[in-house]
């Protein structure tokens, strides 16, 4: 599962790095060693080229855009459901009604610096609970970790129709199991897309399922690192550059 992460990107890089057309990001988020559920995040993908009323044709272009993280279906009576739906498992996402239209169309990679899982230890606490050890896991070459992603558009049935509000737009982190090296962590992990898979990924017009997942595949040996961080990023009131940090051998 993927239920923390990190994102510290700035919009212009994120721009460059995933070849943009179209910036849809009003304002820009502010960095976030600790993004959790339902927080706002950064979302690449692409909308399939349309005709507006006035005849005016807008082509397929790569947009970024602001998303919510935790996927609410169009058929969603309360958007409150999309705090249960932040991962879905590549195994079953396109049989799932929450997931399954999406799959088909509506794909996208979501920008990380890297994400938080935690290893449950043979110590226990006073009372007897087992303790738990956050890791960091992140793409050893320092470069961005591109998530693979679904996102729906929830039309709000409160709002008028000349309401730029009207529509939400939010998102989800495809899983898969975890590789080896990372599995003694946790037995789930969410699936990379690498860069020469990113184009037909994000394409609105692939809409074979099996093709699609044939793009995804756990990370290669060695692709990613992980190490011990402090426990404070358990609490999503804490926020800052040192929850990325190693701990030294001491602290561990």
């Keep these: ?37 339902t927080k706002e995040v950064y979302a690449v993908l692409e909308r399939p080229s349309r005709t507006d009323a006035d005849g005016v044709e807008h082509p397929t272009q790569r ?3 602001t998303l919510t993280w935790g996927l609410v279906p169009s058929w969603a ?12 498992r590549m195994e079953t996402a396109a049989e799932k009604p929450a997931f399954r239209k999406a799959m088909r169309a509506r ?53 008028s129709d000349d309401d730029p509000d009207r529509f939400r737009w939010t998102c989800t982190v495809l899983t898969t199991a975890a590789t080896d090296d990372l599995g003694r962590i946790h037995d789930r992990m969410p699936l990379m897309v690498e860069r020469d ?26 692709r990613l ?17 040192h929850l990325v940090e190693p701990l030294s051998l001491s602290e561990e």
Excluded: H
């Design 197 to 222: 898979a990113w184009s037909p990924w994000l394409d609105p017009t692939l809409d074979g399922v099996e093709e699609a997942r044939s793009l995804l595949v756990p990370a290669a040996p060695g």
């Design 107 to 159: 794909r996208c990679l979501l920008p990380a610096d890297g994400y938080y899982e935690w290893y449950v230890t043979e110590a226990t606490t006073a009372t007897g609970q087992p303790t738990k050890q956050p890791y960091f896991i992140s793409p050893a070459d320092g470069g961005v970790l591109a998530m693979a992603g679904l996102f729906e558009i929830w039309r709000d049935p409160e709002r």
């Design 1 to 37: 599962m993927c239920g923390r992460y990190a994102s510290s990107q700035r919009p212009e890089d994120l721009v460059e790095e995933f070849e943009v057309v179209d910036n849809r990001v009003p304002t820009p988020l502010e960095p976030d060693w600790n993004v959790a559920p």
């Design 63 to 65: 947009q970024l855009r």
């Design 77 to 88: 009576k309360d958007p409150g459901i999309g705090s249960r739906m932040i991962n879905a």
């Design 225 to 241: 690192r992980a190490y011990p961080v402090s426990a404070v990023v358990g609490n999503v009131r804490n926020n800052g550059p």
